[in-house]
């Protein structure tokens, strides 16, 4: 049966263009987009505005938001069929963060975990980012998204969508969907080289388009206990092997586990399977990519695209916020 655009649910992401994505971010959302992308309306965005709060140096803004570009695309989302676009195209975005503002308590925003966190570093900070979840909440209602994809991290941020549109459609009457944030519970913490979450402030990442290189001296570098080949070893608590969870399948897989649980595997072999097994999988995604870096143009015209589809919907809904407010006379 073919599904009417509009009877079609909704879907909003966006990544701030801060730098190479690891495999962290992949599996715990990126992946998630592409498999998700074709059941719903999609919109993924490139949140530069959200990114000026840590990169305030143009030449490296641009060249940020064309990776981010090149990396969406790489993943397999489909510009011919969703929207890619740079938030900073769609002024609307920063117009409804306004309106919001005005809506929402400095208490209320003192609770965020991203701002406490911030304030614990001991830094005084800026009010783009005490302000981060209004653009955010912007970002998502614009579209009347129904679902957003996230890491974990990013919850309390949905949370706040959800008040702040509560909020809104009590003061103004109804304009808003409330969103629901979609976490893919088995990964939400894809473990760092060092068995923390990883996570590029502990640098203990594998980026998402590493060099075999990089692949290897990354695993070379996952500790290990001293226990000889044929020693049995817990695959629940061997690093490597949370590693395995990820990139080793099938008849592999299960080998690999029984050789683990009762003995006849060294974490050498384990290394050399994982390093391999990650490159093979990593190999085809970075190739993508270095053959749609070749073509920056084709990439100007997705951005342009997605940011005409996207202003179409976004000013659409500022219509109806205006109104609703009363600035229209
Ligand atoms: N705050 C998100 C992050 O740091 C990025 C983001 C900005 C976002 N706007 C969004 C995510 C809207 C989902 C929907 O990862």
Same mark, same amino acid.
């Given at each position: 049966?073919?599904?009417? #655009?509009?009877?079609?649910?909704?879907?909003?992401?966006?990544?701030?263009?801060?730098?190479?994505?690891?495999?962290?971010?992949?599996?715990?959302?990126?992946?998630?987009?592409?498999?998700?992308?074709?059941?719903?309306?999609?919109?993924?965005?490139?949140?530069?505005?959200?990114?000026?709060?840590?990169?305030?140096? #143009?030449?490296?803004?641009?060249?940020?938001?064309?990776?981010?570009?090149?990396?969406?695309?790489?993943?397999?989302?489909?510009?011919?069929?969703?929207?890619?676009?740079?938030?900073? &195209?769609?002024?609307?975005?920063?117009?409804? #963060?306004?309106?919001?503002?005005?809506?929402?308590?400095?208490?209320?925003?003192?609770? &965020?975990? &991203?701002?406490?966190?911030?304030?614990?570093?001991?830094?005084?900070?800026?009010?783009?980012?005490?302000?981060?979840?209004?653009?955010?909440?912007?970002?998502?209602?614009?579209?009347?998204? +129904?679902?957003?994809?996230?890491?974990?991290?990013?919850?309390?941020?949905?949370?706040?969508?959800?008040?702040? &549109?509560?909020?809104?459609?009590?003061?103004?009457?109804?304009?808003?969907?409330?969103?629901?944030?979609?976490?893919?519970?088995?990964?939400?913490?894809?473990?760092?080289?060092?068995?923390?979450?990883?996570?590029?402030?502990?640098?203990?990442?594998?980026?998402?388009?590493?060099?075999?290189?990089?692949?290897?001296?990354?695993?070379?570098?996952?500790?290990?206990?001293?226990?000889?080949?044929?020693?049995?070893?817990?695959?629940?608590?061997?690093?490597?092997?949370?590693?395995?969870?990820?990139?080793?399948?099938?008849?592999?897989?299960?080998?690999?586990?029984?050789?683990?649980?009762?003995?006849?595997?060294?974490?050498?072999?384990?290394?050399?399977?994982?390093?391999?097994?990650?490159?093979?999988?990593?190999?085809?995604?970075?190739?993508?990519?270095?053959?749609?870096?070749?073509?920056? +143009?084709?990439?100007?015209?997705?951005?342009? !695209?997605? !940011?005409? #589809?996207?202003?179409?919907?976004?000013?659409?809904?500022? !219509?109806?916020?205006?109104?609703?407010?009363?600035?229209?006379?």
């Amino acid at each position: 049966m073919l599904i009417m #655009a509009h009877d079609q649910k909704i879907l909003l992401s966006g990544v701030k263009p801060t730098g190479r994505p690891h495999i962290g971010n992949y599996f715990g959302a990126l992946k998630q987009f592409v498999d998700l992308q074709n059941d719903y309306k999609s919109f993924f965005m490139i949140a530069d505005y959200h990114s000026l709060n840590f990169i305030q140096n #143009a030449k490296e803004m641009r060249s940020l938001s064309l990776d981010l570009t090149l990396d969406y695309l790489a993943i397999g989302l489909d510009p011919k069929k969703h929207t890619i676009f740079k938030q900073s &195209a769609v002024s609307e975005h920063t117009e409804l #963060a306004w309106i919001f503002d005005t809506i929402t308590t400095v208490p209320y925003l003192e609770r &965020a975990h &991203a701002f406490k966190d911030a304030e614990n570093k001991g830094k005084e900070v800026s009010v783009g980012t005490f302000n981060y979840p209004m653009l955010m909440a912007a970002d998502i209602l614009l579209y009347d998204a +129904d679902v957003v994809p996230v890491g974990q991290d990013q919850k309390q941020h949905i949370e706040i969508t959800r008040d702040t &549109a509560e909020k809104f459609n009590r003061i103004f009457g109804e304009t808003f969907t409330l969103p629901e944030p979609l976490i893919m519970e088995e990964v939400k913490a894809v473990p760092g080289i060092d068995g923390q979450k990883m996570s590029k402030s502990y640098k203990n990442t594998i980026p998402l388009f590493a060099t075999d290189t990089e692949i290897k001296n990354a695993v070379m570098k996952i500790p290990t206990d001293s226990r000889g080949v044929e020693e049995a070893k817990d695959p629940e608590t061997d690093k490597v092997f949370a590693f395995h969870k990820l990139f080793t399948q099938g008849q592999q897989f299960g080998d690999l586990k029984d050789r683990y649980e009762n003995g006849g595997i060294g974490y050498k072999e384990s290394k050399e399977m994982l390093i391999k097994n990650i490159i093979n999988f990593v190999t085809p995604l970075r190739e993508k990519r270095s053959g749609l870096e070749k073509d920056l +143009d084709f990439i100007q015209d997705i951005l342009s !695209e997605g !940011e005409r #589809a996207a202003k179409k919907c976004a000013e659409e809904k500022m !219509e109806d916020v205006r109104n609703k407010i009363g600035v229209t006379l």
